[in-house]
């Protein structure tokens, strides 16, 4: 039975929480209830320390001594008293050596009964000695014991300590200020790096809580002050600056209030569905074409910018990380132009031209192609009083010369990632470009982006500039674009046209045009511009949804790009579009389907300038496979390394790649071959089947239904004819059940799954999986949203079927058996992501292996698959079997 005092207190946590959760929803202040919530802890934890203390000490005596003798501590949140309704609680008993015992015991009891009321602490109970040790050990201690405040004990106590660890310090600040930055850096890397996440977590992620807390923390190192109206004061922080954060805190934390409230638990991650709620919670309006969760997340984003541009201006003045200009500056130092001070490390402003530089976009933009073309950045001071002044003009006027400049810097990849975002940040970017405007902080509501619109665009450009350094065949693409300035603006638009009605390539197309006249280019460079992102999304989309070793396909893409300098351009930026979706979503898989198009149009190109002359890029292991077969198998063999796919060839052993072939020509009737390979990327499998032919697509179908049984998700699939009436199946599956490299035990149980499927001809129980392994809520699947077209035009010989829809474990399965049951037989089979759907590409013929042009027909099988697809929203198509 629960004692009569923690009874009482746990009436008065539920009844606090329950107040201060109907403020909350009356509209009451992030900080006021957040301090509010801390005090209500605060009540009841020492007044369970008091009777910790006379449980374990009965005489009074002994109880005030054992009190002068220790301190109990609020670290963390508490600390600071802005703790979230479900925050963890972290308390520290500070004692003098010799009691031990009596601590422990104390400690103890404390923590069972807040434990019993529904308090969970952390409590660890330490002396001065100790406890100042251990703060250089871990950076977690070393932050929390800076906001350490007193709740019941010694005062005198907890003063020795707080001057014993400000000396330590003090003697250690550089050390203390880079093991703070290194953790914070770690728990960015974990939650998130970037501001613009669409799903980011409130407190952890770059622009979260723990911006204003790096802030304190760095300021006691610093200065000896955690309080920012403290560090107002002696000025080391701006006014702005110090604005920002205060702004910044009180709308993060009633947020992260609001999703402990509704979740009754400890939640800060800001899902989708989570800004959904909260928007129409807080009656965020709908404006011209956005939607109330885009107002919402808009007002988020410039809180969170606001708090990483402060305390990222915070950590360089503390940190020293600024350039003071100086005698030594001045001697070494170049002038330029006479307003600029070019030193061995940075570009500045020289003071007499400061209030002239700063308020002219002309001469902000010289500095900066200075900056870019010199390789050096812009001294702190200067970029300061240049963002200062930009961020308060509503509008700017371009020069012509302006233009020249901005085109100028757009030239050079050196520091362009850095400059743009620059130009962002203090709102220049988008009065040179006014089209940028729009894409400020806006959502992308699909599955596949990570991150804002600006946010990618932003991303893609850096990446598109790394490429000046890449070994790769996108890298030295990217190094034979000759109009580098073009490339990089068409990288900039390429997306301007999302959140309007409409295609957004086609949309984002007049915006280029309307930016390229704007900025004084040429019919010419405006043409090239338009193209590029107008044609954005063609590569991947025939990479990834379409046959790359048909010639119909390669000839029709030449022909609409044009010529092989507009093809590199289109190679590398879609290359980095596609890299700057979400980390590691362009994988060595992607990568190798995109250089292989690029390749082969580029090839195309070649043969159309000398056609007498062979290929420039002669495949060498289709020669070395006839070869080493017997002689009496070559004749089979040469057939058969022309009708398979040149990706097949890739990274294999052609010895190995020989004997898997030879293999297949000797199978008897009812005999199955099956091999297995890991592809370049750890969790990327290769499965290859040889089979004698009969209906092919009646074990493509059933291989699907293998294949998701055992949790692999089809990347691309391929049936090739062999003579003697075989067939060669190829599959490029993503085994996201199992971390790094495949087992052999992994190769054999699919080897055997797919023969076993094959020689006994039996539908198997398939288990639900979506298809891109996403974690996060995801929308419930609706057939109301597929759509199924059917293209005659690209392939000369087979219909291409395309299948869009919300994603499904057994889609593909589906599918892909329905057109079985048509009468049809599937030659090629591709998925990728099509905005925030998936869709699922066959190349099909009937069953003489002749393309359909019966118009009834077609409609027919477009009708039978979106029944299909209806049919997998019941709850049997849910879970289904076959």
Not at 254 to 282: K, P, S, T, Y
Request: aromatic share 8%.
């Amino acid at each position: 039975m629960m004692r009569p005092y923690l009874a009482e207190a746990k009436q008065k946590l539920v009844q606090g929480y329950e107040q201060l959760k109907r403020q909350h929803e009356l509209g009451a202040g992030g900080r006021a209830i957040s301090l509010a919530m801390a005090q209500l802890w605060d009540d009841i934890i020492c007044s369970n320390y008091r009777a910790a203390l006379a449980d374990v000490l009965p005489d009074p005596q002994e109880q005030d001594q054992l009190a002068r003798s220790c301190s109990l501590l609020a670290l963390g949140g508490l600390g600071r008293q802005d703790v979230a309704p479900h925050s963890d609680v972290d308390l520290m008993l500070l004692y003098i050596p010799g009691i031990e015992s009596k601590i422990e015991k104390v400690a103890g009891r404390l923590v069972q009964d807040c434990y019993d009321i529904g308090l969970k602490l952390a409590l660890s109970s330490r002396t001065v000695r100790d406890a100042n040790t251990l703060a250089f050990t871990d950076a977690t201690i070393l932050t929390s014991l800076t906001e350490m405040r007193l709740l019941a004990g010694s005062e005198s106590l907890l003063e020795k300590f707080r001057e014993r660890f400000l000396r330590s310090v003090r003697k250690r600040t550089h050390w203390s200020l880079d093991f703070v930055e290194k953790a914070r850096k770690q728990e960015q890397s974990q939650f998130g790096e970037s501001v613009y996440l669409l799903s980011p977590n409130v407190k952890r992620s770059r622009g979260g809580l723990r911006e204003i807390h790096t802030v304190r923390w760095m300021g006691f190192i610093r200065y000896g002050e955690t309080s920012l109206n403290k560090l107002r004061e002696i000025k080391a922080l701006s006014r702005l600056d110090f604005n920002n954060l205060i702004e910044a805190r009180e709308f993060l934390l009633r947020l992260r209030n609001e999703l402990h409230f509704h979740a009754g638990r400890a939640v800060d991650l800001l899902d989708r569905a989570e800004q959904m709620r909260i928007a129409e919670a807080w009656h965020f309006p709908a404006g011209l074409e956005i939607l109330p969760v885009q107002e919402f997340m808009r007002q988020y984003f410039r809180h969170s910018t606001a708090a990483r541009y402060s305390s990222f201006q915070f950590f360089n003045d503390v940190r020293g990380n600024f350039e003071h200009r100086s005698f030594f500056d001045t001697w070494v130092g170049r002038r330029e132009e006479g307003h600029f001070l070019v030193t061995p490390r940075c570009v500045a402003v020289v003071k007499e031209s400061m209030d002239l530089v700063k308020n002219d976009i002309e001469l902000v933009l010289r500095l900066m192609e200075i900056s870019n073309r010199s390789k050096r950045y812009i001294e702190q001071n200067t970029w300061r009083s240049i963002r200062n002044a930009m961020l308060k003009q509503t509008q700017i006027i371009m020069s012509a010369e302006a233009k020249k400049n901005f085109m100028r810097i757009l030239a050079n990849p050196n520091r362009l990632p850095n400059l743009l975002r620059r130009l962002h940040e203090m709102n220049v970017l988008e009065k040179i470009i006014p089209a940028f405007r729009h894409a400020r902080w806006l959502l992308q509501f699909n599955q596949y982006h990570k991150y804002t619109v600006d946010e990618h665009t932003l991303i893609a450009v850096e990446i598109i500039a790394g490429y000046q350094d890449d070994q790769t065949p996108v890298g030295q693409a990217y190094r034979e674009v000759q109009r580098k300035d073009l490339l990089h603006l068409a990288m900039l638009l390429h997306d301007v046209g999302k959140g309007y009605t409409g295609d957004h390539s086609e949309v984002g197309a007049e915006l280029a045009e309307q930016t390229a006249d704007r900025l004084g280019l040429n019919s010419e460079e405006t043409e090239t511009i338009t193209f590029l992102v107008r044609q954005h999304l063609l590569m991947s989309t025939l990479a990834f949804r379409r046959d790359i070793t048909d010639r119909q396909v390669i000839q029709q893409l030449a022909q609409e790009v044009g010529s092989p300098q507009t093809l590199r351009m289109l190679f590398t930026l879609t290359c980095a579009d596609m890299a700057a979706v979400a980390p590691g979503g362009f994988n060595e898989w992607r990568r190798s389907l995109m250089t292989e198009l690029y390749y082969r149009v580029d090839s195309w190109f070649s043969d159309q300038q000398n056609p007498e002359q062979p290929r420039e890029r002669a495949d060498q292991i289709r020669s070395t496979l006839i070869n080493l077969a017997p002689d009496e198998w070559q004749s089979w063999m040469a057939t058969s390394v022309g009708r398979i796919a040149k990706e097949n060839f890739r990274g294999q052993d052609p010895e190995n790649l020989a004997n898997n072939l030879l293999e297949v020509a000797r199978l008897q009737p009812g005999q199955v071959a099956v091999h297995t390979r890991p592809l370049n990327e750890p969790s990327l499998i290769e499965v290859t089947l040889g089979k004698h032919q009969q209906r092919v697509s009646g074990a493509f179908y059933r291989l699907l239904g293998v294949f998701v049984r055992l949790g692999l998700s089809i990347l691309s699939a391929r049936i090739e004819l062999l003579p003697n009436q075989l067939a060669w199946y190829s599959f490029v599956l993503n085994d996201r059940d199992f971390t790094g490299p495949p087992t052999e035990e992994r190769f054999a149980q699919i080897r055997d799954a797919a023969q076993r499927v094959v020689v006994q001809p039996v539908d198997e129980l398939v288990r639900p999986r979506k298809i891109w392994g996403v974690k996060e809520r995801e929308p419930e699947f609706s057939w109301q949203h597929a759509k199924v077209i059917l293209d005659n035009e690209t392939a000369e010989h087979a219909n291409v079927v395309d299948v869009f829809s919300d994603d499904h474990p057994l889609l593909i399965y589906a599918v892909a058996k329905t057109l079985y049951q048509l009468g049809l037989d599937i030659r090629f089979a591709k998925i990728a992501a099509h905005l925030d759907q998936v869709v699922v590409v066959f190349y099909v013929t009937d069953a003489a292996g002749i393309k359909i042009t019966d118009q009834m027909r077609l409609d027919d099988i477009k009708r039978t698959l979106l029944e299909t697809i209806r049919e997998l929203e019941s709850p049997a198509g849910g879970t289904g079997s076959s």
